[in-house]
């Protein structure tokens, strides 16, 4: 072949292959072209989730309260796992999970276990010194309670996904969560994720759930807390409650829920370590008879009725009374009262007389005007109505049980809302714990104002049930309640609680309280004090008493409330 | 025609030659206009890498962030102050002999004197 032969020849050569190229490259980009761009979507392109944040729980004061972190979540990849056994032992020291458990998880032929789920920092740091390739991280949301135990019933928990489990965080479990995001980015050979941007970008921005305000002062709620816990565990009783709450708005202060002596307070951080009844927010779940801080309620409706006198004399030297078919007897005896007196030493004799003068009619609509029968709506769950019987299914005996607490269950949230009534003027509110919602996406919130249910009583019977009430904290049977510096007004009351295995009012079990508000010249506080099943003294005025007295002076003191009786030692100086 | 090596310049603008220039020139410019093409989306995988990375920084520094606001919140709980007062510096409660209270005098009053 001459020159010019090879020449076009190896041209012609050069021009077939790339023929073929460009052949191929119509096949792949025109002819294929639909089915490769599925597989390489499938392949690079993933839904990234973004995650919402859970909002924040804080008190009046803006104090953290609940705070969402994200954390590292660990997991691995079993079908690459070369030693099983081996890893689970690194990890359960490391993790604390049970080794028997990681193993199994660990043998199987999953491509993705969860090996431990929202771990602390500094353990993620110690699985990842380990090294391996077969285990990798997650970013997770986890609930942080930085206070831990304090207002522990009250906040409640989340769960493993984040969902509202207990307390604030189930009720306002829909404002705090948020909704999730997405958006639609490519990954490159080795994983990268690469946000494509430009027209056709697809995303859904997250929503930021919504920041909640308390009505609970982190101080006080920490005052309370110890107190009652303090009490508790010197009368090694079976529980306790203690209420704070602002009488002119139904703002609750603080709520204390105590566990049984020996117990520890509930830490929301760790709600497997507790067994379900201490996270329960006994302050609204559970009833009991009151006993004697119900006879305010008698000796309001008579007093409004004007069925008696403050001053006027009733005769209770009998030392007991029968009403249908039973006898009460007073806890000792007493000779003529007033009925300040009959009020402020807690005859039953006394009490019963002028309920029978009141009768069952207007004492059972008084009951119901004080709130009682009814929840109160405060925003906690699992808040029970308390037991009320129709006032046509009460018996020949019932006027006098009621009147002095027994046959009527209450929760302690409306006890406090009650005595709100006669620190107010005589209105009911309503109890509530959140004050607003902040809506982090520029929207408007929610702001929640206090909500007079209805005049219970009028001005002038509060003022001389005050009067009364003073009695009680100054001679009476809550001395012990007096906080130095401050004119207090309240009621002892120490109930027998119903025996589960006879039926009968037990000989051994009671509930000490004490219920009052401070100062009682120009009510700042109502606090309700409560403790279950004392162990020795089980007067109210004796276990209860003290604990209100403690939590009225140093909260008083944090709200810089002026003291308005400077008795007792306090120098009082005129400037 | 002779090809003179080491002088493409004078063979390239030979009158005979100026088709082949234009050809060249062509190829160059479509070249250079895939490569600026090529170029173009390279940067945007690039800039993609990076807001990737900075949205990761900023992600950890917003959990650096809150872990500290946590690790403040907790360190300024009521229970850890009040030990810290009590069992660490000796601070004691207030007894109510040391408690003056001053009341002080309407304006009024205070004019009068």
Redesign the interface.
């Known amino acids: 072949m001459d020159r010019r032969g090879r020449i076009l020849l190896i041209v012609a050569l050069i021009a077939l292959g790339f023929a073929l190229v460009a052949g191929r490259l119509v096949y792949l980009q025109v002819i294929d072209r639909a089915d490769l761009a599925a597989r390489a979507e499938r392949q690079q392109q993933r839904v990234v989730k973004l995650e919402s944040k859970r909002g924040t729980i804080f008190d009046r004061q803006e104090r953290e309260l609940a705070v969402s972190l994200e954390v590292e979540s660990v997991y691995g990849v079993p079908s690459d796992m070369e030693n099983p056994r081996q890893m689970a032992q690194q990890l359960s020291r490391i993790l604390r999970e049970d080794p028997k458990t990681l193993e199994r998880r660990l043998s199987s032929d999953k491509h993705f276990v969860w090996i431990s789920r929202k771990v602390e920092p500094g353990r993620a740091a110690k699985v990842k010194d380990l090294g391996s390739k077969d285990v990798g991280f997650r970013f997770e949301s986890r609930r942080f309670y930085p206070k831990k135990a304090l207002a522990g019933p009250v906040l409640g928990f989340t769960g493993m996904d984040n969902e509202g489990l207990e307390g604030l965080e189930r009720t306002y479990d829909k404002e705090l969560r948020g909704v999730n995001g997405w958006v639609l980015a490519e990954k490159d050979a080795v994983g990268r994720t690469v946000f494509p941007g430009g027209p056709g970008f697809q995303y859904r921005l997250p929503k930021a759930g919504n920041d909640i305000v308390l009505t609970i002062d982190e101080v006080i709620q920490h005052i309370a807390d110890r107190e009652l816990e303090r009490a508790v565990t010197t009368a090694r009783a079976k529980g306790g409650v203690c209420i704070v709450m602002d009488p002119g708005t139904g703002e609750l202060l603080a709520l204390s829920v105590a566990s049984a002596h020996g117990r520890p307070a509930f830490n929301p951080n760790e709600p497997q370590q507790y067994r379900s009844g201490e996270w329960r927010n006994r302050g609204v779940t559970d009833v009991f008879e009151p006993g004697s801080i119900f006879k305010v309620v008698l000796a309001a409706a008579a007093l409004e009725e004007k069925v008696v006198h403050p001053l006027e004399k009733i005769d209770c030297s009998a030392g007991s009374i029968k009403v249908a078919d039973r006898v009460i007897s007073d806890a000792h005896r007493n000779g003529v009262l007033t009925f300040t007196d009959v009020i402020a030493d807690s005859s039953n004799v006394g009490t019963i007389k002028v309920a029978l003068r009141l009768g069952k009619e207007r004492f059972a609509r008084y009951i119901t005007a004080f709130g009682f029968g009814q929840k109160t709506g405060v925003d906690i769950p699992g808040e029970i109505p308390g037991l009320l019987k129709d006032r046509r299914l009460w018996s020949g005996v019932s006027i006098g049980s009621i009147a002095i607490g027994q046959e009527i269950g209450v929760t302690p949230i409306q006890m406090a809302a009650a005595y709100g009534v006669l620190a107010n003027g005589g209105m009911l509110m309503k109890p509530y714990l959140v004050s607003r919602i902040v809506a982090q996406d520029g929207g408007a919130g929610k702001k929640f104002t206090p909500q007079p249910v209805g005049r219970a009583i009028s001005k002038e019977t509060c003022a001389k049930m005050s009067r009364m009430l003073q009695r009680v904290v100054a001679t009476g049977t809550g001395k012990q309640a007096k906080p130095t510096g401050y004119s207090a007004a309240g009621k002892t009351g120490t109930a027998q609680k119903i025996d589960t295995l006879t039926g009968l009012y037990s000989k051994k079990e009671y509930v000490s309280s004490f219920v009052g508000f401070v100062p009682a010249s120009s009510p700042k506080l109502v606090i309700l004090v409560m403790v279950d099943t004392p162990e020795g003294d089980i007067y109210g005025g004796i276990v209860a008493a003290p604990v209100f007295r403690a939590v009225a002076e140093q909260s008083l003191a944090y709200l810089q409330v002026a003291p308005d009786d400077a008795g007792g030692g306090m120098l009082l100086v005129n400037r | 025609m002779q090809t003179r090596t080491g002088d493409i310049g004078s063979f390239v603008f030979e009158r005979g030659n100026r088709g082949s220039l234009r050809r060249v020139l062509a190829v160059l410019v479509i070249v250079a206009a895939l490569l600026l093409y090529v170029g173009g989306k390279v940067k945007?995988?690039q800039?993609?890498?990076q807001?990737?990375a900075l949205?990761k920084e900023k992600?950890d520094l917003e959990?650096e962030n809150?872990?500290l606001?946590?690790?403040a919140?907790?360190l300024?709980?009521?229970?850890r102050i009040?030990e810290i007062a009590l069992k660490r510096l000796g601070m004691v409660r207030?007894a109510?002999?040391n408690?003056?209270?001053?009341?002080?005098?309407p304006k009024a009053a205070q004019r009068a004197k």
């Open positions: 945007i995988v800039l993609g890498y807001i990737e949205e992600r959990r809150r872990a606001r946590i690790e919140a907790s300024s709980s009521p229970a009040e207030i109510k002999e408690l003056i209270v001053v009341k002080q005098q």
